[in-house]
Structure formats: C-alpha cells, structure tokens
C-alpha cells in the first residue's frame, strides 16, 4: 500500500462549488504539506502543518483551508471554487521530528482538480 | 526573479546517451539540495540528496552542488527511456522548514 494517499485522485467541479480534497498518510511522519503545481511554475505550498495543532499559511493560501484532522490526515479546502484554482494538487509529509534528519518530503499521487 | 531557476525543456535525447540537467539559484542560504523525478500522472519522489557542495554518486545518477556559482547539476549516464520524466530540482537552507523547487525539466529518452 502507498505510504502517502490522496483522494479524490480527479475531480471535475463548478465555481462556486466547495470541494475538499484529502490525504492520509502511514509514515508517521509528523510534518503535512500542501502543494499545488502548475505547468511553468513548479510546486508552490499552499499550507503545511508540523504537528496536529500548529497549521501555516504558505505562499499562495488566498482562497484555501485546512485541516488536520489528526497526526496522519490533512484536508484541504476550497471554499467557493474558481478556474484559476484548476491545477494538480499534491500532498507531502516528512518527519524531521521522527528522526529523518534530512526531512525529506514523500509526495501523494496527487489530484487532478478541474474548475469549470 | 525567482529564487530558483530552471529550464523546462523538453530535453530530447537517444538511449545511451549522458544527460546534464541543471539549476541556478539566488539565496546563498541554501545548504540543502535535492533531485526529485516526477513520471507522468505520478507524484514527485526523491532521486538524490545533497548536503552543502561537492559531489554524490547513485548509479547511473550524479548530484553535483557549486555554491559559488549557486549552481546544480545532475547527470545520467547511459540513459535509458525509463529515465523519460520530469525532473525537479529543490532546496532549503539550514532550519528551515520551506524547500523551494524549480518547474521541472521534461526529459524524453528515445529508444
């Protein structure tokens, strides 16, 4: 089974629409990410969590929310839908406090989200 | 400017073949460097890992950090068409949480 899941793994939706996307881990990692990609622009973090009760803001938050729901699960939300929000959409955990001096980041599969 | 910087290509090459694929950045903070290779419709994974400058060997995968340059490289030897990705290059500085990536080269190895 994968270490770092997400689903749903498509979602084709309408603006205005409140979509939540969802990510569930078994590393035991205690650090969650959100990114989403575009083509050109590379990764860019939306939200991360370094534990259940300590959520941050990333780059590029405007119009998102999250929730850790425990130590393996982080949600994220879009609230009211918009086409500028279609992108995929990936999920990373790493453990820096779990003993991965490196902290390295392990990525879900992703989810291919489409606003109409 | 962006902090990191990195062609998109694609990159074209034949089976066989050496790959150089590279990045140029601006924070001189930057201690901690990585080689992520994403396949299509897949999510990115690590590749290689490198602490400061210098050079580190995997395979047919080589890591290669000039800080004085703010450069990275990774080079593959003798190509195969399973190397066919996207490859990212990322970074962080010493105690920070943020890595930073590059867009992505697209590589195609042609049998």
Redesign the interface.
């Known amino acids: 089974d994968a270490d770092?899941t997400q689903t749903p793994r498509n979602r084709i939706t309408k603006t205005g629409k409140r979509i939540m996307l969802e990510c569930s881990q078994t590393k035991g990692h205690d650090?969650m990410y959100w990114y989403r990609q575009d083509p050109?622009?590379?990764?860019r973090?939306i939200y991360?969590s370094?534990d259940v009760k300590d959520i941050n803001k990333?780059e590029i938050s405007d119009g998102y929310s999250v929730s850790r729901q425990a130590q393996a699960k982080f949600s994220l939300s879009l609230e009211s839908a918009i086409p500028n929000q279609t992108a995929l959409y990936?999920c990373?955990t790493s453990g820096?406090t779990s003993g991965d001096s490196?902290?390295?980041?392990?990525?879900?599969?992703?989810t291919r989200l489409t606003v109409l | 400017q962006k902090e990191v910087e990195q062609d998109p290509g694609p990159l074209s090459v034949p089976e066989g073949a050496i790959v150089s694929l590279n990045c140029t950045y601006s924070n001189s903070a930057f201690q901690y460097f990585m080689w992520y290779r994403q396949y299509s419709r897949k999510g990115p994974e690590l590749l290689m890992y490198t602490y400061s400058s210098g050079n580190k060997e995997d395979g047919r995968f080589t890591a290669q950090v000039d800080k004085s340059s703010k450069y990275i490289s990774l080079f593959i030897r003798d190509s195969q068409p399973s190397d066919s990705a996207t490859y990212l290059c990322a970074m962080r500085n010493t105690g920070g949480f943020k890595t930073i990536f590059g867009a992505g080269t697209r590589l195609f190895v042609k049998a």
Not at chain 1, 40 to 43: A, E, F, I, K, S
Not at chain 1, 102 to 110: E, K, L, R, S, V
């Open positions: 770092v650090r050109g622009l590379g990764l973090l991360y370094f990333g990936f990373a820096l490196t902290d390295t980041q392990y990525f879900g599969p992703g």
